[in-house]
């Protein structure tokens, strides 16, 4: 069961503002010192773990929203850092892959492929 308070409403207000990357740090500024920084650590946890924001490698956050679609996943790219919601009916032959072939299921709303966007393409982005 999940519910909302006045501090999640916050932290989530200033989340889907966010276009980019973004930090806990980026979060405690934009508050002012309205919400105290372990506040923030645990709330947005909680957002993470409900599939609303994702956590990279690096510690930075991104705002994926909620989708109802089954057949979805999220693309980022590594240049600008935009991320574009996918609805693709190709992704549910993947997900059966994994899970018949390696015996495991994917969080299906969290997934995001990294690459490069047709924009950022050819302005000289290493891809390693």
């Known amino acids: 069961m999940t519910y909302n308070t006045k501090q999640k409403d916050i932290i989530l207000e200033v989340i889907k503002h966010k276009h980019t990357d973004f930090t806990i740090k980026d979060i405690l500024n934009e508050l002012n010192g309205r919400i105290g ?3 923030i650590y645990r709330l947005v946890d909680k957002l993470v773990n409900e599939g609303t924001i994702c ?8 705002y994926l929203g909620k989708c109802d679609k089954n057949n979805h996943f999220f693309i980022k790219c590594e240049n600008c850092g935009k991320l574009e919601h996918v609805d693709c009916d190709c992704i549910t032959s993947l997900w059966d892959h994994i899970y018949n072939e390696h015996k495991f299921l994917p969080t299906k709303d969290q997934i995001v492929i990294n690459g490069v966007c047709a924009k950022c393409d050819g302005k000289g982005v290493k891809i390693c």
């Open 37 to 39: 920084l372990t506040t």
């Open 55 to 62: 956590k990279d490698s690096k510690g930075n956050y991104q």
